[in-house]
Structure formats: structure tokens, C-alpha cells
């Protein structure tokens, strides 16, 4: 199964790109710009010798793979998925990784925006033809723990959608990677939640000077059979 | 030093007197009735005879320590800071625990309601006197966990407030309790991202028929040395 990542250029999907090629998984990188995703997908290669991966422009790359990763900032996210909305098909899952911070229009990147659909992954779906679903994840995942192989990841992923069989399949996904572990956090108007994190995360790491994910506790069987049911 | 509980007759409020009481620290339980304040503080001594243990009207109690605890349903919080308005001291700390769920309003409590001064606890701030400190915090910790003296805790209580002094002294408070990490998650103004974690732990216990909560990973040291720096 090949992945698509949308935005793949960018830190979190350049990261995220490392992490499943070294899992084996053949990846997309897409980007506006072919030039700069064959230059990522070089640069992935490099540091990956073993790496299956090639490049494509977001439109293209997006044909490739039944699960599609958009990892673009908040300001492109309306811009990318109106030129993704011609080609995406029905049975195709989207999940996206938007947060909707202040940043994106020169403000705090520990302040959340208010998107008026509640959240960006309702704005995703929203803007996502009929029979794609669109599950939220991977928010809080440091792009800079990803990036950095030898780094061991210790943390959760929070999903959330508003079809169970879309969150299995991401979480399958999410598990490719080690040390990550899908949580599911119910349906997609969760997303806003899940999204607020990010700017928490980032104002802990400005005072503990890290780079700092979460991890829900209190899962029975530490969570490992829940997606199994 | 005795730690005040207003609404200390509620889930939350007496989860947290029973752990404060059993780390040794002096009680006094408030409520607007009298009477079911010492029937709360009645209880809490039949479960741990060592207790020290007192009752009080909510505005009596705030009176009787430094910090002062603030747990109760969003739909009273309003009423319960203009009650305590006059009774507050400058010095003193208010932690906020309220979190503003649609349950207040017969709503789901996987919702979170949109706050004119953006969360419960900047609600807090704006109704509590000059001088006052407000933390919010306590947010995502389970009151079934804490309830249940047998049941060992491991989890974090995520902090914020415009002072760090007053975020240092209510971490002491948390440390207090085996098994909770105070983390420092900055300003007052983080408290709305804070908040929205119970909506989502609910969405989460709902799936997994559990008692969630968080921890953060990442931290430097695990965290240990931080509020001692």
C-alpha cells in the first residue's frame, strides 16, 4: 500500500515519510511544487538508503494511495483541498494533521483560531467529496522526534472521525510506526479538541525545552486489543 | 496549611479531600449546606480515621487557607465566585477546576461550550477580587481514580495561570498526592485547550470503559527537576 503525503515537503510530513519508509511503507511525497518533492524524496533517500519512495505534485500523489495524509499549514489547508477535491475518490480516507494556529495569520503559535466548521478536520470534511472520510490525527507528534531516526518515540496518536472503520484503518496505519499508539477518540467534532493540544504542547515546550507528546493513561490492556475488537 | 474545598461534597472535590487528607494535609470540606458538608466530612472520616477533617459553608471555608480548590459544576461556578467574592483575600490562589461541558445545559458531556472570556478559569479570573490568583487545573483527573484510595494513580495535572509563582505553589499542592505530576502549561489563557481535555477523556472513557487520563512524554528529567529551578 503506497501513501501519499500531502505536503510531504513540509516538517511533520517529511517526518512522518521518514518514519513509515523505515516501516517498510512505499510513500508519495507530494508537494505544489514537483521539483521540491523530488528534492525531499532525494534528501529521504539519503538518509534512507532502503527508503521506497518517489515524489509528485499533491494533485497526482493523491491518486496513489487509499489513505491520504494532508500535512499542510492551516493557511494552505482550504487552498490544497479544493485542488485535491477533483481527484479524491469515494473509499478514500483523508486524514488530516491541520491546526488551526494563530501563527497562520502572524499570531501566537500557542493560540488556537476559531474555524468556523468547529475545527480544521471538520473544515477538511466539509471540503471532501462525498464517500471520503476524513479522520484527524498525528497533531501531536513532534515533526522533530519524527525526523530524527534514532530518536525512540513513547507516545499516543489521538484519531478521530465519524466512521469507526476510518479510524481502524488509520490506526493501522499510525501502528506501522514504533512507539506510536493509536487512541480513538470518538467522532470528527473531537478534532477540536484534539487540535487544541498542539498549541499546549508547544507552550510546555517553550518552558521544558522539548519537544513533548502526550500519552493517555488508564487504558485497559494498556489499549493494545481495543482495534482488534 | 489547610487546603479549603469549595463544592468538596462533589465527585471531584472529594476525590481530591481524600487524597489531600491521606498525604497528611488538613481539610476543610465546603459546600452551600452545611449539613451536607459534614455529612461529606463524616464520610471521608469513616474512610480514613487518621483524616483531619472540617466542614463549612463554601464562603467559610474559603477563608480557612492559602489555596483555595474550586470544584464545581460549570452551571454554579458563576454563582459560587460571586459568593466568594467578598471573602477572597489578595495572596490567596483560587485553582479552578471547572470545566465548562454542554452537560451544564443538558448537552453532551463530550461537548465543550464556548466561554465569553474563553474558558472557565479566565471566568474565574474576571470574578475573583485583585490580588487573587487563579490556576486552573485538576481537569483530567478522574474522580472514580481518586475516589478509590486503592487505586494507584499515574498521571499528570496540567497547569496554567498568568503567575508562575502561583503555578508553583499549587504544583507543591499536586505533588503532595502520589502519582500526579504537575506540568507547567503557562498562562491562564491556556486553560481553554486544558478544559477541552475532559470532553475529550470522556469520549475516550466511553470507548475504552475506562477511567482516562494524561500524561505528557517528553519531559526533560521526567520532569523532576522543573518547579525547583
Redesign the interface.
Known sequence: MTVPIIGGTGALGFGLALRLAAAGEEIVIGSRDLARAQEAAERLRAELPSARVSAAVNEEAAQRGPVVLLCVPFRAQSENLTRLKPVLQPGQILVDATVPLAAAFSGKA???LGVPQGSAAEQAAEMTPEGVDVVSGFHTV?AD?LRNLAERL??DV?LASDRREARARVAALVERIEGLRP?????L??A???E??T???I??N???????????????DD?AG?WRR
Chains 1, 2 share one sequence.
Open positions: 500557542t493560540r488556537l513532534s522526534r513513547d507516545e489521538l487512541v480513538d477518540c470518538g467522532p467534532e473531537m477540536r479538541m484534539i487544541g493540544l498549541p499546549l504542547l507552550s510546555i517553550k518552558r521544558y525545552r522539548t519537544h513533548a507528546g502526550v500519552r493517555i493513561t488508564g487504558l485497559p489499549g481495543y
